[in-house]
């Protein structure tokens, strides 16, 4: 019996410190984020201003804020409707 509570501890320690963990990093906290580097930012100046989005995509990327494939779909949506 010693033995199943030690187990069931040690999983159950495993469990809450694998929930606990952010797996997306600590530099993409999304709430630090400033307004202009959203997705939904660049893709409203996709229609109107494209230039202008492709300008804060490629300052986004430099400071890795969007991951390479983040930074690719936008990219593509922005060469789409503008």
Do not use: W
Not at 60 to 66: G, P, R, S, T, V
């Amino acid at each position: 019996m010693k033995h199943f509570i030690q187990t069931y501890c040690l999983i159950a320690s495993t469990f809450l410190l694998l929930c606990s963990c952010n797996f997306g990093g600590g530099s993409r906290d999304l709430s630090g984020r400033d307004s202009l580097y959203t997705t939904d930012y660049i893709l409203d100046l996709a229609i109107t201003r494209p230039g202008e989005a492709l300008a804060l995509l490629d300052t986004a990327e430099n400071l890795k804020i969007f991951n390479s494939f983040e930074s690719n779909y936008l990219r593509g949506a922005v060469y789409y409707n503008g």
